[in-house]
């Protein structure tokens, strides 16, 4: 992984896979984990402004490999804190290939 990635913000309903759905994540579940002492430090100074960032994803492409960061406020209750603190955590996602199917056979028989 390199030193420096790239996040763009998006609206999370927009990346949310669908299997979280179904079967939405659990502490146990996540292996990328990232804490902030700013972030901490900022939920104390500003509790309702953090409430927005649960509507939103940070993304980033590492090669052709797609990172999600999500807020642990969008996890079930028992998952959403480590010390009383909240955190990000994260999930890499292969992106699906655009589809050609408009090109392929359009051609006269």
Not at 62 to 84: A, F, K, R, T
Request: charged share 20%; net charge negative; hydrophobic share 40%.
């Amino acid at each position: 992984m390199p030193n420096n990635i790239q996040l763009k913000i998006s609206p999370r309903m927009n990346y949310w896979p669908k299997t979280f759905d179904e079967f939405c994540p659990v502490y146990d579940d996540i292996a990328l984990i990232f804490f902030s002492a700013e972030l901490d430090c900022y939920n104390k100074k500003h509790p309702r402004r953090l409430e927005a960032y649960n509507s939103f994803v940070m993304k980033a492409y590492i090669d052709d490999i797609m990172l999600l960061i999500y807020s642990s406020e969008v996890l079930p209750p028992d998952s959403q804190w480590i010390d009383g603190e909240s955190y990000l955590w994260g999930v890499f996602v292969k992106p699906k290939a655009k589809s050609n199917h408009a090109h392929l056979g359009s051609g006269a028989t």
